[in-house]
C-alpha cells in the first residue's frame, strides 16, 4: 500500500536502552523528517534528509541519531534512551516546496 | 526558537461560526503550510501558499499571508463539529532545503 508507515506504533523501554523507530514511504520523496511532539511544544523537528546519504539537523538533535541509506527508510535511533525523550514521535515525507504526508506516529515511554 | 507561532494558543467557538488562527514567522520563507491534527492522530495537510501569494481559498478555509509582516492566517468559515482538532503552520525557513518548521499550534473547539 501506498503511504508512510511507522513502526513500532507503541514502545516502552527503559533508560540507556538503545531503540530505534522505523519510517518507511513509498513515493520516493526526497524529503523525510522526524519530529517529537509534546505537551506545550508543538512539533519540534529532530533531523531531516534531503536525500539517501543526506542528512542534517533540526531544533532538538541531541541524543537522536539518524541515517538514511536507501531514499524509502529513515530510521530514527536513539543511542541511550532518557526520560526526557518520552514523547510521540511523527515522521513525514515530502518533495521540495510541496506538502508533507505524515505518519501515524509512534508514542515511546522511557521508564 | 521554533519558526513559527501560533495565536491563540486555545479557540473556542459556536458551530456555524467563523474560526481565525494567525501564525507568525521570524525568517524569509519560500512558502507556508497549515495541517490539521485530530487527536492522537498524524497531521494532515490543509493548503500551502506560496511566498509570492497573498490569498489563497479551499473550500471553507481562506489563508492569507503578509510576508512584510511575516504573518498568516487561516479562516475557517461555517465550522463544524468535525473541525474540532489542533491546527498548526509549517515554514521552510527560507532555506534552499525544505526544512519544515512547526509552530505549537492552535487547539480549536467547536461547540454544538
Known amino acids: 500500500d501506498a503511504g508512510i508507515t511507522q513502526s513500532p506504533r507503541y514502545k516502552i523501554t527503559e533508560t540507556g536502552r538503545q531503540v530505534t523507530l522505523m519510517c518507511h514511504q513509498t513515493w520516493s520523496h526526497s524529503y523525510m523528517f522526524w519530529y517529537r511532539q509534546d505537551l506545550g511544544h508543538g512539533l519540534r523537528l529532530i533531523y531531516y534528509?534531503?536525500?539517501?546519504?543526506?542528512?542534517d539537523k533540526g531544533e532538538v538533535p541531541d541524543g537522536y541519531v539518524v541515517s538514511r541509506s536507501k531514499t524509502e527508510n529513515f530510521p530514527l535511533t536513539l543511542e541511550s534512551a532518557t526520560r526526557s525523550q518520552t514523547s510521540v514521535y511523527f515522521c513525514a515525507s515530502s518533495e521540495w516546496a510541496t506538502e508533507a504526508f505524515f505518519g501515524q506516529g509512534t508514542r515511546l515511554t522511557v521508564v | 526558537s521554533q519558526q513559527g507561532e501560533e495565536d491563540p494558543q486555545a479557540l473556542s467557538i459556536q458551530e456555524g461560526e467563523n474560526a481565525t488562527m494567525n501564525c507568525s514567522y521570524k525568517?524569509?520563507?519560500?512558502?507556508l503550510q497549515w495541517y490539521r491534527q485530530n487527536s492522537g492522530r498524524g497531521l494532515v495537510h490543509l493548503i500551502l501558499i506560496r511566498s509570492n501569494e497573498r490569498e489563497k481559498h479551499s473550500g471553507r478555509l481562506r489563508v492569507t499571508l503578509d510576508t512584510s509582516k511575516k504573518s498568516s492566517s487561516l479562516l475557517i468559515t461555517a465550522s463544524r463539529a468535525a473541525d474540532t482538532a489542533s491546527y498548526f503552520c509549517a515554514t521552510d525557513a527560507g532555506q534552499g532545503a525544505q526544512k519544515l518548521v512547526f509552530g505549537q499550534g492552535t487547539r480549536l473547539t467547536i461547540n454544538p
Open positions: 525568517t524569509s520563507i519560500n512558502n
Open positions: 534528509s534531503a536525500a539517501a546519504d543526506i542528512t
